[in-house]
DNA sequence: AATAGTTATGTTATAGTATAACAGGAACTG
DNA sequence: CAGTTCCTGTTATACTATAACATAACTATT
Protein backbone atom coordinates (compact mmCIF):
# COMPACT_ATOMS: atom_id res chain seq x y z
CA UNK A 1 0.00 0.00 0.00
CA UNK A 2 1.72 3.00 -1.18
CA UNK A 3 1.43 6.60 0.28
CA UNK A 4 0.50 9.07 -1.78
CA UNK A 5 0.91 11.91 1.15
CA UNK A 6 3.04 13.07 3.31
CA UNK A 7 3.24 14.68 6.97
CA UNK A 8 1.94 17.76 5.28
CA UNK A 9 -0.81 16.41 3.57
CA UNK A 10 -3.87 15.91 5.96
CA UNK A 11 -5.10 12.03 6.64
CA UNK A 12 -6.26 9.18 8.57
CA UNK A 13 -3.25 9.41 11.16
CA UNK A 14 -5.03 6.66 13.58
CA UNK A 15 -5.22 3.96 10.37
CA UNK A 16 -1.85 4.88 9.27
CA UNK A 17 -0.67 4.31 13.19
CA UNK A 18 -2.21 0.85 13.24
CA UNK A 19 -1.18 -0.07 9.79
CA UNK A 20 2.82 1.25 10.80
CA UNK A 21 2.86 -0.85 14.04
CA UNK A 22 2.04 -3.84 12.51
CA UNK A 23 4.32 -4.05 10.02
CA UNK A 24 7.04 -3.00 13.01
CA UNK A 25 5.65 -6.11 14.20
CA UNK A 26 6.85 -7.81 10.90
CA UNK A 27 9.63 -6.55 10.71
CA UNK A 28 11.07 -7.24 13.93
CA UNK A 29 10.07 -10.76 13.78
CA UNK A 30 11.64 -11.16 10.87
CA UNK A 31 14.91 -9.81 12.12
CA UNK A 32 14.73 -11.43 14.94
CA UNK A 33 14.27 -8.69 17.61
CA UNK A 34 11.93 -8.10 20.24
CA UNK A 35 9.08 -5.53 20.53
CA UNK A 36 9.62 -6.05 24.32
CA UNK A 37 6.74 -2.82 26.29
CA UNK A 38 8.79 -0.45 26.90
CA UNK A 39 9.96 -0.45 22.72
CA UNK A 40 5.97 -1.19 21.80
CA UNK A 41 4.94 1.80 23.61
CA UNK A 42 7.77 4.23 22.64
CA UNK A 43 7.11 3.61 19.03
CA UNK A 44 3.33 4.22 19.70
CA UNK A 45 4.03 7.43 21.22
CA UNK A 46 5.94 8.73 18.41
CA UNK A 47 3.12 7.15 15.86
CA UNK A 48 0.51 9.15 17.59
CA UNK A 49 2.42 12.73 17.57
CA UNK A 50 1.83 14.78 14.90
CA UNK A 51 5.34 16.25 15.67
CA UNK A 52 8.81 14.72 16.67
CA UNK A 53 9.55 14.41 19.69
CA UNK A 54 12.15 15.26 22.22
CA UNK A 55 13.85 12.46 24.02
CA UNK A 56 12.40 13.45 27.22
CA UNK A 57 9.24 14.41 25.79
CA UNK A 58 9.19 10.34 24.75
CA UNK A 59 10.03 9.68 28.76
CA UNK A 60 7.00 11.99 29.56
CA UNK A 61 4.98 10.03 28.04
CA UNK A 62 6.28 6.45 28.92
CA UNK A 63 6.32 7.50 32.65
CA UNK A 64 2.41 8.30 31.79
CA UNK A 65 2.32 4.44 31.08
CA UNK A 66 4.19 3.76 34.18
CA UNK A 67 7.89 2.83 32.90
CA UNK A 68 10.18 4.64 34.95
CA UNK A 69 11.14 7.97 35.11
CA UNK A 70 14.84 7.66 34.14
CA UNK A 71 16.75 8.91 30.67
CA UNK A 72 17.96 5.84 29.70
CA UNK A 73 14.66 4.11 29.40
CA UNK A 74 13.65 6.54 26.57
CA UNK A 75 17.39 6.44 24.93
CA UNK A 76 17.25 2.92 25.19
CA UNK A 77 14.05 2.37 23.12
CA UNK A 78 14.50 4.77 20.67
CA UNK A 79 18.14 3.75 19.81
CA UNK A 80 16.64 0.24 19.52
CA UNK A 81 13.37 1.91 17.45
CA UNK A 82 16.21 3.80 15.53
CA UNK A 83 18.80 0.76 14.55
CA UNK A 84 15.86 -1.27 13.24
CA UNK A 85 14.82 1.87 10.91
CA UNK A 86 11.89 2.20 12.65
CA UNK A 87 11.95 5.43 13.90
CA UNK A 88 14.23 8.42 12.53
CA UNK A 89 16.47 10.84 14.47
CA UNK A 90 15.91 14.69 13.35
CA UNK A 91 19.62 16.25 14.79
CA UNK A 92 18.34 19.71 13.72
CA UNK A 93 15.85 18.89 16.59
CA UNK A 94 17.36 16.51 18.62
CA UNK A 95 14.36 14.96 18.22
CA UNK A 96 12.84 11.92 16.93
CA UNK A 97 9.83 10.87 14.60
CA UNK A 98 8.35 7.46 13.84
CA UNK A 99 8.97 6.35 9.98
CA UNK A 100 6.06 6.76 7.36
CA UNK A 101 7.47 4.18 5.03
CA UNK A 102 8.70 1.17 6.61
CA UNK A 103 7.58 -0.85 3.68
CA UNK A 104 10.13 0.40 1.49
CA UNK A 105 14.45 0.16 1.45
CA UNK A 106 14.74 3.86 2.53
CA UNK A 107 17.37 6.24 3.85
CA UNK A 108 14.90 9.61 3.47
CA UNK A 109 15.66 13.13 3.89
CA UNK A 110 13.17 15.28 6.49
CA UNK A 111 11.83 18.73 5.93
CA UNK A 112 11.17 20.30 8.65
CA UNK A 113 9.39 22.98 8.68
CA UNK A 114 10.47 26.79 10.91
CA UNK A 115 6.87 28.26 11.41
CA UNK A 116 4.58 24.80 12.55
CA UNK A 117 7.32 22.30 12.82
CA UNK A 118 5.90 19.98 10.96
CA UNK A 119 8.33 16.94 9.85
CA UNK A 120 7.64 14.95 6.83
CA UNK A 121 9.45 12.32 5.25
CA UNK A 122 10.28 12.84 1.47
CA UNK A 123 11.64 9.87 -0.59
CA UNK A 124 15.13 10.65 -1.36
CA UNK A 125 16.20 8.59 -3.42
CA UNK A 126 18.16 10.47 -6.31
CA UNK A 127 19.51 12.43 -3.25
CA UNK A 128 21.11 9.40 -1.63
CA UNK A 129 22.76 8.76 -4.87
CA UNK A 130 23.75 12.39 -5.69
CA UNK A 131 25.60 12.21 -2.23
CA UNK A 132 26.64 8.75 -3.10
CA UNK A 133 28.64 10.23 -5.92
CA UNK A 134 29.85 13.09 -4.66
CA UNK A 135 31.90 11.16 -1.42
CA UNK A 136 32.87 8.78 -3.93
CA UNK A 137 34.53 11.46 -6.07
CA UNK A 138 36.52 12.13 -2.91
CA UNK A 139 37.02 7.87 -1.93
CA UNK A 140 34.84 8.17 0.37
CA UNK A 141 32.21 5.69 0.85
CA UNK A 142 29.06 6.40 2.76
CA UNK A 143 27.27 4.26 5.33
CA UNK A 144 24.42 6.41 6.71
CA UNK A 145 23.15 9.84 6.15
CA UNK A 146 21.68 12.40 7.77
CA UNK A 147 20.02 14.65 5.05
CA UNK A 148 17.43 17.66 6.78
CA UNK A 149 16.14 20.66 5.26
CA UNK A 150 14.67 23.50 6.85
CA UNK A 151 12.34 25.94 5.35
CA UNK A 152 8.91 26.14 4.65
CA UNK A 153 5.79 23.66 4.49
CA UNK A 154 2.71 24.27 2.12
CA UNK A 155 0.77 25.65 4.54
CA UNK A 156 3.03 27.94 6.28
CA UNK A 157 4.48 28.94 2.69
CA UNK A 158 0.63 30.30 1.53
CA UNK A 159 -0.11 32.30 5.13
CA UNK A 160 2.15 34.89 4.97
CA UNK A 161 1.97 35.68 8.86
CA UNK A 162 4.76 33.77 10.38
CA UNK A 163 7.07 33.53 7.63
CA UNK A 164 10.25 35.93 6.68
CA UNK B 1 42.39 30.06 -6.57
CA UNK B 2 40.14 26.61 -6.95
CA UNK B 3 40.98 23.88 -4.65
CA UNK B 4 41.50 20.53 -5.98
CA UNK B 5 42.07 18.84 -2.56
CA UNK B 6 39.91 17.64 0.19
CA UNK B 7 40.11 17.35 4.00
CA UNK B 8 41.46 13.78 3.17
CA UNK B 9 44.36 14.80 0.64
CA UNK B 10 47.21 16.01 2.20
CA UNK B 11 48.20 19.63 1.97
CA UNK B 12 49.72 22.78 2.90
CA UNK B 13 47.86 23.16 5.94
CA UNK B 14 48.93 26.44 7.44
CA UNK B 15 49.17 28.38 4.02
CA UNK B 16 45.45 27.03 3.32
CA UNK B 17 44.33 28.88 7.12
CA UNK B 18 46.03 31.58 6.39
CA UNK B 19 44.78 32.17 2.62
CA UNK B 20 40.96 31.67 4.45
CA UNK B 21 41.48 34.03 7.12
CA UNK B 22 42.40 36.55 4.78
CA UNK B 23 39.15 35.81 2.48
CA UNK B 24 36.95 35.99 5.58
CA UNK B 25 38.80 39.17 6.61
CA UNK B 26 37.41 40.17 2.86
CA UNK B 27 33.91 38.71 3.11
CA UNK B 28 33.12 40.59 6.29
CA UNK B 29 34.53 43.98 5.29
CA UNK B 30 32.16 43.37 2.66
CA UNK B 31 29.50 42.37 4.70
CA UNK B 32 29.93 45.29 6.78
CA UNK B 33 30.43 42.69 10.15
CA UNK B 34 33.14 42.95 12.41
CA UNK B 35 35.63 40.39 13.12
CA UNK B 36 36.32 41.12 16.76
CA UNK B 37 39.05 39.47 18.56
CA UNK B 38 37.25 36.52 20.05
CA UNK B 39 35.76 35.63 16.31
CA UNK B 40 39.05 35.61 14.96
CA UNK B 41 40.71 33.77 17.35
CA UNK B 42 37.75 30.82 17.17
CA UNK B 43 37.99 31.22 13.70
CA UNK B 44 41.78 30.47 13.76
CA UNK B 45 40.93 27.62 16.11
CA UNK B 46 38.81 26.16 13.74
CA UNK B 47 40.95 26.43 10.26
CA UNK B 48 44.01 24.89 12.43
CA UNK B 49 41.96 22.15 13.67
CA UNK B 50 42.25 19.23 11.46
CA UNK B 51 39.09 17.54 12.78
CA UNK B 52 35.85 19.28 14.22
CA UNK B 53 35.57 20.76 17.22
CA UNK B 54 32.70 20.28 20.01
CA UNK B 55 32.21 23.95 21.16
CA UNK B 56 33.50 23.17 24.75
CA UNK B 57 36.45 22.27 22.78
CA UNK B 58 36.75 26.24 21.35
CA UNK B 59 35.84 27.25 24.54
CA UNK B 60 39.37 25.53 26.12
CA UNK B 61 41.52 27.36 23.25
CA UNK B 62 40.19 30.59 23.52
CA UNK B 63 40.77 29.74 26.81
CA UNK B 64 44.60 29.64 26.24
CA UNK B 65 44.51 32.55 24.56
CA UNK B 66 43.04 34.64 27.53
CA UNK B 67 39.53 34.51 26.95
CA UNK B 68 37.02 34.11 29.59
CA UNK B 69 36.10 30.49 30.25
CA UNK B 70 32.10 30.91 29.89
CA UNK B 71 30.29 28.92 27.37
CA UNK B 72 28.42 31.94 25.79
CA UNK B 73 32.13 33.20 25.08
CA UNK B 74 32.79 30.24 22.27
CA UNK B 75 28.97 30.29 21.29
CA UNK B 76 28.28 33.56 20.29
CA UNK B 77 31.72 33.48 18.48
CA UNK B 78 30.48 30.37 16.58
CA UNK B 79 27.28 31.29 16.00
CA UNK B 80 28.58 34.24 14.30
CA UNK B 81 30.77 32.83 12.06
CA UNK B 82 28.23 29.93 11.14
CA UNK B 83 26.12 32.84 10.03
CA UNK B 84 28.53 34.79 8.13
CA UNK B 85 29.54 31.24 6.36
CA UNK B 86 32.32 31.06 7.41
CA UNK B 87 32.16 27.72 9.60
CA UNK B 88 29.84 25.22 9.48
CA UNK B 89 28.20 22.91 12.49
CA UNK B 90 28.49 19.26 11.65
CA UNK B 91 25.24 18.00 13.81
CA UNK B 92 25.79 14.44 14.24
CA UNK B 93 28.98 15.67 15.80
CA UNK B 94 27.90 18.65 18.00
CA UNK B 95 31.10 20.04 16.65
CA UNK B 96 31.85 23.15 14.19
CA UNK B 97 34.54 23.17 11.72
CA UNK B 98 36.17 25.96 9.39
CA UNK B 99 34.81 26.45 5.99
CA UNK B 100 37.28 25.26 3.55
CA UNK B 101 35.84 26.58 0.34
CA UNK B 102 35.34 30.38 1.35
CA UNK B 103 34.87 31.48 -2.49
CA UNK B 104 32.64 29.57 -3.99
CA UNK B 105 28.81 30.07 -2.96
CA UNK B 106 27.84 26.73 -1.42
CA UNK B 107 25.66 24.59 0.74
CA UNK B 108 28.23 21.57 1.00
CA UNK B 109 27.88 18.08 2.29
CA UNK B 110 29.96 16.87 5.36
CA UNK B 111 32.08 13.55 5.36
CA UNK B 112 32.62 11.87 8.37
CA UNK B 113 35.23 9.16 8.62
CA UNK B 114 34.02 6.85 11.38
CA UNK B 115 37.35 5.32 11.69
CA UNK B 116 39.46 8.35 11.81
CA UNK B 117 37.00 11.27 12.50
CA UNK B 118 37.97 13.26 10.07
CA UNK B 119 35.75 15.57 8.13
CA UNK B 120 35.53 16.69 4.68
CA UNK B 121 33.53 19.38 2.80
CA UNK B 122 32.61 18.01 -0.12
CA UNK B 123 31.10 20.23 -3.54
CA UNK B 124 27.05 19.27 -2.99
CA UNK B 125 25.25 21.20 -5.82
CA UNK B 126 23.97 18.31 -7.23
CA UNK B 127 22.42 16.63 -3.64
CA UNK B 128 21.44 20.06 -3.17
CA UNK B 129 19.76 20.39 -6.19
CA UNK B 130 17.67 16.96 -5.68
CA UNK B 131 17.25 17.74 -2.34
CA UNK B 132 15.22 20.98 -3.39
CA UNK B 133 13.15 19.02 -6.03
CA UNK B 134 12.24 16.14 -3.81
CA UNK B 135 10.76 18.96 -1.67
CA UNK B 136 9.42 20.58 -4.60
CA UNK B 137 7.12 17.89 -4.98
CA UNK B 138 5.56 17.95 -1.39
CA UNK B 139 5.34 21.90 -1.85
CA UNK B 140 7.73 22.51 0.47
CA UNK B 141 10.28 25.09 0.35
CA UNK B 142 14.07 24.65 1.07
CA UNK B 143 15.72 27.52 3.06
CA UNK B 144 18.69 25.83 4.96
CA UNK B 145 19.60 22.41 4.57
CA UNK B 146 21.98 19.76 6.43
CA UNK B 147 23.78 17.20 4.04
CA UNK B 148 26.37 14.64 6.26
CA UNK B 149 27.55 11.21 5.44
CA UNK B 150 28.93 8.80 7.84
CA UNK B 151 31.26 5.80 6.00
CA UNK B 152 35.10 5.45 5.82
CA UNK B 153 37.42 7.75 3.85
CA UNK B 154 39.62 6.36 1.41
CA UNK B 155 42.31 6.45 4.07
CA UNK B 156 40.86 3.85 6.40
CA UNK B 157 38.84 2.15 4.04
CA UNK B 158 42.04 0.78 2.85
CA UNK B 159 43.72 0.23 6.35
CA UNK B 160 40.93 -2.85 6.87
CA UNK B 161 42.18 -2.68 11.00
CA UNK B 162 39.36 -0.39 12.11
CA UNK B 163 36.83 -1.00 9.71
CA UNK B 164 33.69 -3.50 9.97
C1' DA C 1 33.50 65.84 21.33
C1' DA C 2 28.81 64.93 23.38
C1' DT C 3 24.73 62.15 22.48
C1' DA C 4 21.97 58.48 21.44
C1' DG C 5 21.52 54.10 19.19
C1' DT C 6 23.35 49.80 18.14
C1' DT C 7 26.28 45.91 18.54
C1' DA C 8 29.40 43.11 21.23
C1' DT C 9 31.20 41.20 25.62
C1' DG C 10 31.29 39.80 30.63
C1' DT C 11 28.99 37.15 33.89
C1' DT C 12 25.81 34.28 36.47
C1' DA C 13 22.82 30.86 36.36
C1' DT C 14 20.24 27.25 34.49
C1' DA C 15 18.04 24.39 30.89
C1' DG C 16 18.33 20.63 27.84
C1' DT C 17 20.52 16.41 25.86
C1' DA C 18 22.91 12.05 26.41
C1' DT C 19 25.65 8.23 28.35
C1' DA C 20 28.56 5.29 31.69
C1' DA C 21 28.37 1.76 34.71
C1' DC C 22 26.66 -1.77 37.48
C1' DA C 23 22.98 -4.77 39.50
C1' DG C 24 19.13 -7.69 38.83
C1' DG C 25 15.70 -10.16 36.05
C1' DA C 26 13.58 -12.41 31.90
C1' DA C 27 14.02 -15.15 27.85
C1' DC C 28 16.39 -18.19 24.75
C1' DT C 29 19.79 -22.32 24.12
C1' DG C 30 21.71 -26.33 24.93
C1' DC D 1 18.27 -26.38 34.69
C1' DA D 2 22.68 -24.32 33.83
C1' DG D 3 24.75 -21.10 30.95
C1' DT D 4 24.23 -17.38 28.08
C1' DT D 5 22.45 -13.39 26.25
C1' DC D 6 19.57 -9.74 26.12
C1' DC D 7 16.77 -6.43 28.48
C1' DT D 8 15.50 -3.35 32.35
C1' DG D 9 16.12 -0.69 36.79
C1' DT D 10 18.81 2.60 38.95
C1' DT D 11 22.30 5.93 40.26
C1' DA D 12 25.18 9.13 38.91
C1' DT D 13 27.36 12.16 35.88
C1' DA D 14 28.96 14.14 31.45
C1' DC D 15 28.13 16.92 27.71
C1' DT D 16 25.70 20.58 25.01
C1' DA D 17 23.37 24.95 24.80
C1' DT D 18 20.84 29.18 26.06
C1' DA D 19 18.38 32.87 29.00
C1' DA D 20 18.94 37.04 31.01
C1' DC D 21 20.92 41.06 32.50
C1' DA D 22 24.85 44.34 33.21
C1' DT D 23 28.64 46.72 31.09
C1' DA D 24 31.52 48.27 27.52
C1' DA D 25 32.76 49.37 22.70
C1' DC D 26 31.71 51.03 18.38
C1' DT D 27 28.92 54.26 14.88
C1' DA D 28 26.54 57.95 13.28
C1' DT D 29 24.89 62.31 13.92
C1' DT D 30 24.88 66.62 15.93
Redesign the pocket.
Known amino acids: MPHDHSAFTPHDHAACAAGAMAMAEGRLALAG??L????RCALQILLHSPRAL????VLERLVAEG??N????????L??LEDQGLVH?I?R???FTACMHMGQAHAPAFLICRACHAVAEAPAVEVQTALTTAAAELGFVVERSTIEALGLCPACHDTPQAVA
Do not use: K
Not at 70 to 77: G, K
Open positions: QRTPVRGAYEFAQPPVAYRAEFRRLNA
